[in-house]
């Protein structure tokens, strides 16, 4: 027999179920004086319809003050594994737990930034070095694949390094 597997919560839902575990109880109360009072129907339906609309918004507002900051941090996140490095969050500097997580990213963010532009730096004067180096040089990565030459490699395996970027060691 397969045992069902429990559907979890999503997070969003979690929050509002709480929220509105929060508002029913006040709802319920105004609801109970709305109809314990000697009220007129019209004053009454104006009651509880002001109830569910208050309820309602305030639950409309709670998902979007939830949603919008993470749905930031994924894109931040996820634009920083992609190596794009220009995103960035805005912040308030306030002490909340969220607006820290966006402080630090953008942390994060600055520094790849950097190390990505000393990588480059470095590329270009390893490649400028091995321009003026009158020795054949050919650099592999750890998967044995070329990944740099020289002139002096292009004319000893008589190709351009176009060509032999990515061949095997072999």
């Not at 996820?78 to 402080?103: K, W």
């Not at 950097?114 to 270009?124: I, K, N, Q």
């Not at 054949?136 to 032999?164: H, I, Q, Y």
Request: no cysteine; aromatic share 2%.
């Amino acid at each position: 027999m397969k045992a069902k597997r429990r559907r979890r919560l999503t997070h969003t839902r979690r929050v509002l179920l709480l929220a509105v575990g929060a508002l029913v109880p006040a709802a319920a109360a105004a609801l109970a004086l709305a109809f314990a009072l000697p009220l007129s129907g019209g004053l009454r339906v104006t009651l509880v319809a002001g109830v569910v609309v208050m309820g309602l918004g305030t639950l409309a507002a709670l998902h979007e003050a939830i949603v919008r900051p993470l749905q930031t941090l994924g894109n931040l996140t996820g634009a920083l594994r992609e190596g794009d490095f220009s995103f960035r969050a805005r912040t308030d500097g306030s002490q909340d737990p969220m607006n820290l997580a966006f402080v630090e990213l953008n942390a994060l963010a600055a520094v790849l930034r950097e190390e990505r532009l000393e990588a480059l730096e470095a590329t270009a004067l390893l490649r400028k070095v091995l321009a003026e180096i009158d020795v054949a040089v050919l650099a592999f990565d750890a998967e044995r694949k070329l990944r740099l030459t020289n002139r002096a490699g292009e004319r000893l395996l008589g190709m351009p390094s176009e060509r032999m970027i990515g061949l095997s060691a072999q």
